[in-house]
DNA sequence: AATGAATGAGCCTTCATTCAT
DNA sequence: AATGAATGAAGGCTCATTCAT
């Protein structure tokens, strides 16, 4: 063993357990302090010493929490996908349980957009710039992202279709790629896009079309 | 004090003119440097004290050929377009030779699509950072972005063949950023789908299903 | 990129209230090295590092107490105005104290040369430097300076004496500005030259044959 | 200056003795560009490469002309103060020839601060930046300064006038500074007073009021 | 005589992180 | 648990000066 180096490393993914009520909340106030600064200042001013001084903890007491930048990050991006596909989830639940066979293809697609779509509202600076870093960060890693969620749904939604073919794995990789592409590049450029019919009219045809063309091959 | 350290500016736009061979060699080679970083290092390590001390140069050069580090960048991200646009524009001319009107939408998707995926070759990870600036500085000027080319391309090809109606911009932009999103998300995550097949038929079939589902509204 | 270094700014005036006691302590010391450096190195050996070099703190820290540079030359200069003009003002209770209706117009102005001249001992070089800089950014403030006060004070005298008729402005600035402009050259090129008494007495012949003179308009 | 940069000094006072026409014009051209960009850029525009680019010399011109950057200053600074003492000088002689013995006190006096006052016109801004710079390195040669030519005037003016006895040094000292100081404030903080009656009217009233009161020492 | 590309010490400033209390 | 003073590597950038051509 080369255990030479004193390592005080096995505290080290998560610094400590927030068990009491107390520190549990101190650690989500700090976070939601970060995601504050990230929608109202931008990621440059994301610092750990504003984030302490925003938060109103001491920089020691952040650091009791986070092991360092990188981990805060890392879990601000975590929560906010989480949160956005629980909010998809619960909302497919609705549309699951009408799934006769009679539903057709169009309007569960449509459906999905629309939840899909619905999912990016709010803060959208703070999404931005997480969206940014993600990107930065995400090399190799793309099945990770929200997009291989879509990637699922639409698979799932492949079976027991019009569509009997399910798509294998690099169709469903581009369908969902071409999706959230979209709707990231019209979250980055145009907001206003996403709440516009003709946005979701033209995401639509897309993935329709998509659906459809792969089944005749012409 | 900043005294010490002020404007006298008003020489700007482009620091110097090189007009000595020498000079431009060395902006040249300051430039290659800057861009053999961003590959072989990534985005933070592209610091001017890098630049210059892999370049060989000292710092003061390289401020004698860039006003400052972000015109470095702005350099790299528009010669990088450039180079680009240009291999794709170049390779359209034998494309538009071929214009018969017999010339089926399939064939010209096809073969704008090849054209698209083959410009993406080389310097891997120097584009992905490039492409991440310019996204992130992108914020309301998509039109002006790569993929404004694209949609352009397609525009075109909307007109004079089966599909009648004319792309809508809404419809351009997405059929662009789909395709485009798709790509940079391979190139991210796993650039040898850039060379595959099964990925350019899925691109195909996206492009072509979306054409032809616009005109049938169903 | 100035992407890492970014604003965040609205603590600037005054960088962090030192409410602890070492906080006040260190941020006196780092004061009296600038004040120290000024005097025996010069202004241009006043730089950051070097304050912190000669302080014995890190650069960080000085930062933690002084905004930038130029806030601490502000402070230095502020403190070192506030200082003498107490100084002078603390003196001139026991002047006004005396204030029979027989007290000459020649005593008063004698203690109040006395004064003046009083306040000007100690870290000469400092002094300069600083004098220098008030200067260079004085342009156009000139009331607000030390001569200011001593204009005032002449003005005050001016009245209930000998001498009936107030100071035009005009004039109370040439007289504020004869004297401390003499004893600032005296400082600059022969500091012992404040303590002669021949330098006195020519200072209460300028002053006085200026206040008989623009009785007499002969 | 930064010495830091080693000297080879040994060829500094004069880098080379203009003795072509050429030359000598080169030279000339430098230093009005430095003049040029004193007044209007500030002194901290005031570069070496500023200089070399302004004057449409290239920067080793420059260096051949002047070993370094202060000797350009101090040349300036000379050129400066010798310009305007011949100034007065000459018109100077104008009043000299009008010596007769009926010339009284007030008259000289009048005419003396007219020329001073009338020394000062023209390119205000370089003329404060080039005092700062006198004053910043005049420390103990003050009689250098242009006071001492004023002093050494009104001390010829004490003889043979109304006024017997001749002025100490010191005097001559206090009463040369008290005006030019006043002066030079005057330029720093309102240069339109130099113009002004009520200005000039209270500089008289000091100079012959202090010239009087010595003679009557009550 | 003149050029101008190249140099590099040094300036100001930021910010993630540590540690004594 | 929490504090916050202190750290210092590192970054962007300037400018007086040199020297090969």
């Known amino acids: 063993m080369k255990d030479t180096h004193k390592s005080k490393s096995n505290q080290s993914p998560a610094r400590r357990e927030p068990t009491q009520a107390r520190a549990r909340r101190t650690r989500q106030l700090i976070f939601e302090t970060a995601l504050r600064i990230l929608d109202q200042e931008g990621e440059p001013a994301l610092t750990t010493n504003r984030i302490a001084e925003l938060s109103g903890f001491s920089i020691g007491t952040v650091y009791q929490y986070f092991a360092n930048k990188h981990e805060i990050l890392a879990n601000l991006i975590a929560e906010e996908r989480r949160m956005r596909l629980a909010r998809i989830a619960a909302e497919l639940q609705g549309l699951s349980q009408d799934e006769r066979t009679t539903v057709q293809l169009a309007e569960r697609v449509r459906a ?10 709010g803060r959208h600076k703070a999404r931005r710039a997480l969206l940014e870093r993600a990107l930065r960060n995400s090399a190799g890693r793309l099945m990770n992202e929200p997009a291989a969620e879509i990637a699922r749904m639409l698979r799932a939604l492949s079976y027991g279709s019009e569509n009997q073919t399910p798509l294998t794995e690099i169709e469903a990789l581009v369908l969902a790629e071409a999706v959230s592409g979209t709707v990231r590049a019209a979250l980055l450029s145009n907001p206003s896009l996403l709440k516009s019919a003709a946005f979701e009219q033209a995401l639509f045809d897309l993935t329709v079309g998509f659906l459809r063309q792969r089944r005749t091959p012409a």
């Open 112 to 121: 999905i957009l629309r939840i899909v779509l619905g999912a990016f509202g």
